[in-house]
């Protein structure tokens, strides 16, 4: 039988003795017991104009007292149950390109995470527009991206910090289905499905997936958004499915979903024609 994954969080200090040499591009990295939230203590960092400290960083922690997911929302950890973390970079985009960073985080995530399982597992894993990670279409990951002009004024005019945080279910899947009323799944039930992730090291999970996005956020600077509606394609989980798109509660938009645009947008086939979507959650209708 597998040993619990909690078990296997190392300790902050053999944590970041492990990520160093497996991310010698980043020039900070950092791993805390605890913290507020590891997206904000970013934020704060970026926006701190008397700090001139080389980009990209990485930060994480065990526990974060007021973490956040998307819209807002509190995420929900407990030590020991959740991987997460956040890391800073520098992204010379125009601002119409902005919202493609969080379906861009997405993708890269998913494919990073199917590269530790073995080939006929990965299809199991897939991205939910915007951002969401889903085994065997419950949630085992979510993903919050933010940016912030920090003190770029005297830079180029498309020069932003995009920080990007993930947190990722390892092995409460069952108690958050439970509280949540809807369907979540953990590392754990991937690891029990798959022997390459069972015996994989977490914090291989997280250098893949901080690199993943490191090079993505380089392709997109020097070669534009052109490449990755059809990466988005090879991860879709929505592909071809009626959805309802929520705000607040209320159905502002439906159709079948068909990938996304050259802007990261959900493109929707309707009977009035294809349309996109730019914000909003994702329900898929039975």
């Given at each position: 039988?597998?040993?619990?994954?909690?078990?296997?969080?190392?300790?902050?200090?053999?944590?970041?003795?492990?990520?160093?040499?497996?991310?010698?591009?980043?020039?900070?990295?950092?791993?805390?017991?605890?913290?507020?939230?590891?997206?904000?203590?970013?934020?704060?960092?970026?926006?701190?104009?008397?700090?001139?400290?080389?980009?990209?960083?990485?930060?994480?922690?065990?526990?974060?007292?007021?973490?956040?997911?998307?819209?807002?929302?509190?995420?929900?950890?407990?030590?020991?149950?959740?991987?997460?973390?956040?890391?800073?970079?520098?992204?010379?985009?125009?601002?119409?390109?902005?919202?493609?960073?969080?379906?861009?985080?997405?993708?890269?995530?998913?494919?990073?995470?199917?590269?530790?399982?073995?080939?006929?597992?990965?299809?199991?894993?897939?991205?939910?527009?915007?951002?969401?990670?889903?085994?065997?279409?419950?949630?085992?990951?979510?993903?919050?991206?933010?940016?912030?002009?920090?003190?770029?004024?005297?830079?180029?005019?498309?020069?932003?910090?995009?920080?990007?945080?993930?947190?990722?279910?390892?092995?409460?899947?069952?108690?958050?289905?439970?509280?949540?009323?809807?369907?979540?799944?953990?590392?754990?039930?991937?690891?029990?499905?798959?022997?390459?992730?069972?015996?994989?090291?977490?914090?291989?999970?997280?250098?893949?997936?901080?690199?993943?996005?490191?090079?993505?956020?380089?392709?997109?600077?020097?070669?534009?958004?052109?490449?990755?509606?059809?990466?988005?394609?090879?991860?879709?989980?929505l592909a071809g499915q009626h959805v309802n798109?929520?705000?607040?509660?209320?159905?502002?938009?439906?159709?079948?979903?068909?990938?996304?645009?050259?802007?990261?947008?959900?493109?929707?086939?309707?009977?009035?024609?294809?349309?996109?979507?730019?914000?909003?959650?994702?329900?898929?209708?039975?």
């Amino acid at each position: 039988m597998l040993e619990p994954i909690a078990t296997a969080l190392p300790d902050p200090p053999l944590l970041i003795q492990q990520l160093q040499p497996a991310l010698p591009q980043f020039k900070q990295i950092e791993w805390f017991e605890r913290t507020a939230s590891t997206n904000a203590d970013l934020l704060g960092k970026a926006r701190n104009n008397e700090l001139q400290l080389a980009r990209p960083w990485l930060l994480g922690a065990h526990l974060q007292d007021e973490g956040r997911g998307r819209a807002g929302r509190t995420w929900q950890n407990r030590a020991g149950a959740n991987l997460m973390f956040s890391c800073a970079f520098d992204a010379f985009v125009p601002l119409q390109l902005l919202p493609s960073l969080s379906p861009i985080a997405g993708i890269a995530a998913c494919e990073a995470l199917r590269g530790l399982l073995e080939p006929d597992q990965r299809r199991h894993l897939a991205m939910k527009w915007p951002n969401d990670l889903q085994w065997k279409g419950a949630k085992l990951a979510g993903i919050l991206v933010e940016t912030t002009r920090a003190g770029t004024s005297r830079l180029s005019a498309d020069h932003y910090v995009a920080i990007m945080g993930i947190g990722i279910n390892l092995n409460d899947a069952r108690a958050l289905s439970q509280s949540l009323n809807r369907q979540v799944a953990d590392w754990a039930e991937v690891a029990a499905c798959d022997a390459l992730a069972a015996a994989t090291p977490l914090h291989k999970l997280v250098s893949a997936i901080a690199q993943a996005w490191y090079e993505a956020l380089n392709a997109l600077i020097s070669e534009g958004f052109h490449a990755f509606p059809v990466r988005h394609a090879a991860v879709d989980a929505l592909a071809g499915q009626h959805v309802n798109i929520l705000d607040e509660g209320r159905i502002i938009n439906a159709g079948i979903a068909c990938g996304i645009n050259k802007l990261g947008q959900l493109l929707l086939r309707t009977p009035d024609g294809e349309t996109s979507v730019t914000v909003g959650d994702v329900s898929v209708r039975p």
